[in-house]
Structures are given as structure tokens and as C-alpha cells.
């Protein structure tokens, strides 16, 4: 497959405190590995991915597969980082919010992680997976399940424990914000109005079309 080779580009963003684990998750998403060492990300680092997306109708029936070229970014936690990273909210599709099982202050701040996306992102409900992270570390947990459970189902958003050290519930938990994305994109195009006769008439362009028509609704065409 060639490097433009793909029906859809898709920018994901993983947010949340320093030290909750988003560049493991990301690198063991990516890679399948894990790396114990703590290197603080500066700034914003991307990985990417290529994957083949199914979705499936009302009756169970899948449809052809899309061909995905997704953009993992990678942002840095800290304050003094900031302002970098919420100029790469406006261009992310949709987010990983990341909490540390391990640490209540990581999943107290989830709120706040929350109230800069909806100042910043493509909308105000943007798509959004929240991951209680490090589920390994069970006999360090101090989040319970269940609270972070009802704090995601209160706000819609999916909620995953994972682990970036043994991989549980990585691949599901960008799955699932795939998934939400590639519905929105769906809603998105039934809800552009095409005037009668004219469909099949280009308008798209090609394969490269098809792509900006993505970028487009990430940005701008919310169906929510
Ligand atoms: N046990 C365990 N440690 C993790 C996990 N995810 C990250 N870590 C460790 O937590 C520290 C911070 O991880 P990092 O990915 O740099 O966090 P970031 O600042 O959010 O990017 C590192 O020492 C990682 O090895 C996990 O799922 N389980
Ligand atoms: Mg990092």
C-alpha cells in the first residue's frame, strides 16, 4: 500500500494529566510494545496507524471495508504546554481522555480536560473514549470502577480500563473512538442536502476527494 493509499485520514488526540500514560497506550497501540522508562513528552509527537474500518448496518450486515490512515498526536500534559496543545484540539477528529487509576487528582481533572475541548475542539460534544488507565496496578487503584463508569455514562462517552503495559483494552478503546467518528461522518454526509440529479456528478472528485470531505466534517461539519 502506498503512502496515500487510504479511503480516510483520521486525527486522534490522547489528552489528559502528565504521567497517566498516554504515550505508552499510543506506543503500545502502535508498536504492541512497552517501555517502563518515563520520558516526558515535550510539546506534541504523533504515531500513526493504518487499519481497515467495518462498519455495520442495522441488521448485523458489514459493509466493505474503508482503508484508515490514523494520526495518533500525542500531546504533553503540563500547563506550561498548554497553549500548544489546544491549537491541536481545532484539528483532532476525536480524543483519548486518559485518567490514572492510580491517581485520583488525574481523574479529578478529567473535568477540566473536558471544559478545554469544548472551549477548543471542532464542537462543543466532541467524540470523546475516557480510559481509567493502568488497570494492571489493580492493588494500586484508588478510582473505583464504578464512579468513573457513571462519570462517563453522565457525559455519553465510553468508558475503557486499560493498560498500555499488558495492552488490555488498548486496541478497544480506539476502536471504539473510530467507531464513533466514522458514525459521525456518516450522519454528517445523509445530512448534506444533494440537489436531485446531481449525485455521481464529481463533485467529490476522486479518491483525494474523498479524504478533504473527511477533513472537512472533522472540522466543520458537526452532526451533533
Ligand atoms: N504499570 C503501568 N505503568 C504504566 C502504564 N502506562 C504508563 N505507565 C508508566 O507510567 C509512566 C508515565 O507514562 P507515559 O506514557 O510517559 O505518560 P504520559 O505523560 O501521559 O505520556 C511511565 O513510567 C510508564 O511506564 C500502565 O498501563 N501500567
Ligand atoms: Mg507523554
Known amino acids: 500500500m502506498s503512502d496515500s493509499d487510504y479511503d480516510f485520514l483520521i486525527k486522534l488526540l490522547a489528552l489528559g494529566d502528565s504521567g497517566v500514560g498516554k504515550t505508552s497506550l499510543l506506543y503500545n497501540y502502535t508498536d504492541g510494545k512497552f517501555n517502563s522508562k518515563f520520558v516526558t513528552t515535550v510539546g506534541i509527537d504523533f504515531r500513526e496507524k493504518r487499519v481497515v474500518y467495518r462498519s455495520e448496518n442495522a441488521d448485523g450486515i458489514t459493509g466493505r471495508g474503508q482503508r484508515v490512515h490514523l494520526q495518533l498526536w500525542d500531546t504533553a500534559g503540563q500547563e506550561r504546554f498548554r497553549s ?78 486499560t493498560s498500555a503495559a499488558t495492552g488490555t483494552n488498548v486496541s478497544k478503546a480506539v476502536d471504539a473512538l473510530l467507531d464513533l467518528i466514522m458514525k459521525r461522518m456518516e450522519r454528517s454526509v445523509d445530512k448534506s442536502w444533494i440537489p436531485p440529479g446531481t449525485a455521481g456528478s464529481g463533485a467529490n472528485g476522486g479518491a483525494g476527494g474523498k479524504v478533504a470531505v473527511v477533513q472537512d466534517a472533522g472540522k466543520s461539519k458537526c452532526a451533533c
Open 84 to 161: 500548544l496543545t489546544t491549537a491541536f484540539f481545532r484539528d483532532a477528529m476525536g480524543f483519548l481522555l486518559m485518567f490514572d487509576l492510580t491517581s485520583e487528582q488525574s481523574f479529578l481533572n478529567v473535568r477540566n480536560w473536558m471544559t478545554q475541548l469544548q472551549m477548543h475542539a471542532y464542537c462543543d460534544k466532541p467524540d470523546i473514549v475516557l480510559c481509567g488507565n493502568k488497570s494492571d496496578l489493580e492493588d494500586r487503584r484508588v478510582v473505583p470502577h464504578k464512579q468513573a463508569e457513571d462519570f462517563a455514562r453522565t457525559h455519553e462517552m465510553p468508558y475503557f480500563e
